[in-house]
Each structure stands twice: as structure tokens, then as C-alpha cells.
DNA sequence: GGGACGGTTCGGCGCGGGCCGAAGTGTTCC
DNA sequence: GGAACACTTCGGCCCGCGCCGAACCGTCCC
């Protein structure tokens, strides 16, 4: 009889308005911060930090921590149609967007933005690029000549990591972090290569930024 | 925003071990009374009829109040489906029998025993072999004839009414209750016409009673 | 090194709600 | 009418937990 207390156990992560919010947020698929978070529900960060912990361990959310942030995603398309078939049932009257399990797993692969520097598809496209540019190599550390093309390009090093590896949320390959992979992103958004889509950390490549890229032989 | 408040409500619903036991002794599709679901979930009689009152609010019950009981059952198929997914994902492990919603409308429609007489589509049979046989009328109230049919089966009027009507939960249609009813029911099971299959209040037509009931001309 | 910042931990506050027993209502039976 | 019984309502107890601010840790930038 006590497979109905993980239903209760489960039920009970779902209860609150805070936990509801962020697993409403998070169901566009894209991985948020701790602080996203606490913006979106209107809560302080703290109280999140304790939220999205319990969330993790009941198995809805995983985590990806990477340096000072906290990313969080839905732990998987099972838990987008768990949300999806209790909102249905909880109000099929006041649902202002479908909710599509679909639209998840589609959103998790866009490119976007990972804190300074492009990420998804496209930060694996720059990638690719670059190493086969021998900007840098397969383990992203910027060569000798990569360090020419970057201040051609109009970068200036800092006292800040040059490069770094950073695991691609979505397509599980590293992609270009660092100065770097900020100055590059910086540049292509000021170009208007690369432009955000939405209000949220999602980008898309512009028909400009298609030519640039294959210009510079990037793709 | 305010679609996922209504998750975290129906999740509020679900998120407590008594009323999570409680949809799940529900889980088979018959209906219950507040009583039996009490002395199941191990709770007071006041605690558990809070508790009914607010998952019929929330539209996971639906009632059935009959005389002095309260019978209450899952509002529906969908209700049974969101159950299985969320238990589903909370515990694949720990799951002692196989959820299936067809079991719940397929029970929902046996026959059964209802307080002291026979309903379910046993009921309904046993209604219309009565009034074809001129034993009662369409609306149930005895026959001149009828009750001498009656004594002749056992049955000696009592200070209890001799026949009620009372609406059939499955099949939306009244069967025979009252003092007759209950005769009839109890002498079905003393001979074995009727028997009681598992635990609960689920009956089934036995050979001998299939025979009997057609030699004295029910079916 | 110093400053900024994201995240976490901890103590404490206050509300919500699950529980019970007692008293009350309506129904059934004799 | 009286007794038994299913259920409900009410008052009160107490635990759980959602929330915050303050202090702290680790990372990043310069």
C-alpha cells in the first residue's frame, strides 16, 4: 500500500506556489539560474537555493553547476508531461499557452546564451569553427596563431582566463567559455550576428551573421 | 502565469498520505463510504470526512450521499490516469499491482453489494425480473401478489419499510432496497447464488444462482 | 590582493493545516 | 418513542514548512 505515500511525496514538491512557479518556468526547456528563479517567483534567494534543492532530490530537476551559477532544468521530457497532465486536469479553462512536451525538448537544443558566451547548437558551431580554423584546440586552449585572429578580431587580453571549456548543457560537447568566448559573443551580438529571441536567454543566428560566419570560415 | 497555481492546488490535494490513501483504496472504481476509507487510512471519522469534502471540492471525488452513508468514487477515468501517471513516476520500484484505469470503470459496473441489498448490473437484473414477474411495480412498491411471492421466499414483514428505491451509482437507474431487498440478498448469498469475490463489497452471480434465478423466472 | 557577486546555511518567525474528541444532525431499525 | 449508527461541525492542539535576513563560502574580474 505505500506506493501512494511517493505519490503524496511527489504531489507534496508540486504543492507549493514557489516550486509550481519554477517548474512552470523551467518548462520551456532551457536551463535557468538559482536567481532567475527567485526573480521569476518573486522570492528571495535564499528561500530558492532551499527550493530547488528539494526539487533536485525528488528527482524532477537536475543541476549543472558551473562555477559560481547553479544551472537547473527539468530533470527530462517525463517530468514536461507529468506537469503537462496535471495542469490540464488542474484548469483546462485558465491556460494562457499550450503546454507542449515537444516545445521542451526543442527549446533545450536552441542556442542561447550560457552566462557571457554562446552555447547550444550554435556555441557548438562556433566550436567547430574555431578548431578548424586552429583558432583552438580540440581541448580549447587558444594557439598561437588563434591568439592573432583574436585581436584582429578586436580582442584584448585581460587579467581573465583566456579560455575555457564549459559543458554544453544540450549537446553534451564543450564549448568556448572565457574572455575569450565572452568577447566573441559580445561582438557578434553588437554586430547584430547573433540576436535575442524572447525575453529569455535564447538566441538565434542572424542571415547577416550566416554570411559573417561563413566569411570568417567558421561554417 | 496563474496555470500553474492550479497544479499546486490539485497537487495540495494529493500531496497528504490520508487523502492519497484514500484515492488509492478508490483506485479499484467502486464506490466507498466515508466510513470504510476512514478504518482504511487509519483516521478518525471527522478527520476523513474533512478530507472527502475537499478532494470532492477539488473535483477528484465525486459523492453519493444515500440515506445516512456518504459513497464516494473517483470522478472519472481521467482522475484514475492522472493517479498512474503521477505514481508512475514516483515510485516505478515499489508498485505491489498494476494500476490500470479500464479496471476502474470495468469494476465500476459490477455487481455489487450496496449496504444490505444487491446493486450494480446484478441489481438492475434482479429490478426488472421483480417487475416482470409482477412482484413490484415500475416504481418498486410491492404487489398484493408480489408479497405473497415474497413470503413464499422466506420473507416476513418486519417494522422496516418493506421496499425502497434507490438509484443505482453504475447503472443511473433505481433498484430494490428496503427490508425486501435486503431478504433477498441475504438469502441469494446464504444459498450461494451470490458470491463475494476479494474483499471488498464486489459480488458476482454464482452457476447455482444463474439457474435458480431462471427457474423462478428473474432472468 | 580587493571588490563584486551568485549561491548556501542558519536562526527565527508565523501561517496553514492535519489530527482528534465532543457535541450535534439525520437516517434507519425495532 | 428510543436506540444505534453514519456523518458533520467545531474547538483546540501542534507539527511542518515557507519565508526572510544575516552571515558565510566560492568564483570571477580587475
Given at each position: 500500500?505505500?506506493?501512494?505515500?511517493?505519490?503524496?511525496?511527489?504531489?507534496?514538491?508540486?504543492?507549493?506556489?514557489?516550486?509550481?512557479?519554477?517548474?512552470?518556468?523551467?518548462?520551456?526547456?532551457?536551463?535557468?539560474?538559482?536567481?532567475?528563479?527567485?526573480?521569476?517567483?518573486?522570492?528571495?534567494?535564499?528561500?530558492?537555493?532551499?527550493?530547488?534543492?528539494?526539487?533536485?532530490?525528488?528527482?524532477?530537476?537536475?543541476?549543472?553547476?558551473?562555477?559560481?551559477?547553479?544551472?537547473?532544468?527539468?530533470?527530462?521530457?517525463?517530468?514536461a508531461e507529468l506537469l503537462e497532465s496535471m495542469a490540464a486536469f488542474a484548469g483546462p479553462d485558465a491556460r494562457p499557452r499550450s503546454l507542449r512536451a515537444a516545445s521542451a525538448s526543442?527549446?533545450?537544443?536552441?542556442?542561447?546564451?550560457?552566462?557571457?558566451?554562446?552555447?547550444?547548437?550554435?556555441?557548438?558551431?562556433?566550436?567547430?569553427?574555431?578548431?578548424?580554423?586552429?583558432?583552438?584546440?580540440?581541448?580549447?586552449?587558444?594557439?598561437?596563431?588563434?591568439?592573432?585572429?583574436?585581436?584582429?578580431?578586436?580582442?584584448?587580453?585581460?587579467?581573465?582566463?583566456?579560455?575555457?571549456?564549459?559543458?554544453?548543457?544540450?549537446?553534451?560537447?564543450?564549448?568556448?567559455?572565457?574572455?575569450?568566448?565572452?568577447?566573441?559573443?559580445?561582438?557578434?551580438?553588437?554586430?547584430?550576428?547573433?540576436?535575442?529571441?524572447?525575453?529569455?536567454?535564447?538566441?538565434v543566428l542572424a542571415p547577416a551573421g550566416e554570411q559573417g560566419w561563413r566569411e570568417l570560415g567558421i561554417v
Open positions: 500500500m505505500g506506493f501512494m505515500e511517493g505519490l503524496a511525496q511527489v504531489a507534496g514538491l508540486l504543492a507549493d506556489r514557489t516550486r509550481a512557479a519554477f517548474c512552470g518556468a523551467l518548462l520551456d526547456g532551457r536551463a535557468w539560474t538559482a536567481r532567475e528563479l527567485a526573480v521569476h517567483a518573486g522570492v528571495a534567494a535564499s528561500t530558492a537555493s532551499e527550493h530547488l534543492t528539494r526539487l533536485i532530490e525528488g528527482g524532477l530537476l537536475v543541476e549543472h553547476r558551473q562555477g559560481r551559477h547553479r544551472y537547473v532544468a527539468l530533470a527530462g521530457p517525463h517530468v526543442e527549446a533545450m537544443a536552441r542556442g542561447r546564451t550560457c552566462y557571457d558566451h554562446l552555447a547550444g547548437q550554435l556555441g557548438i558551431a562556433l566550436r567547430s569553427g574555431l578548431v578548424g580554423l586552429g583558432v583552438v584546440t580540440a581541448e580549447l586552449a587558444v594557439t598561437e596563431p588563434g591568439m592573432v585572429w583574436l585581436k584582429e578580431f578586436g580582442f584584448e587580453p585581460s587579467q581573465r582566463q583566456v579560455s575555457r571549456a564549459c559543458l554544453d548543457w544540450t549537446e553534451r560537447v564543450p564549448h568556448l567559455a572565457g574572455a575569450a568566448g565572452a568577447h566573441l559573443c559580445r561582438v557578434f551580438l553588437e554586430r547584430g550576428w547573433v540576436r535575442r529571441i524572447g525575453s529569455g536567454r535564447a538566441v
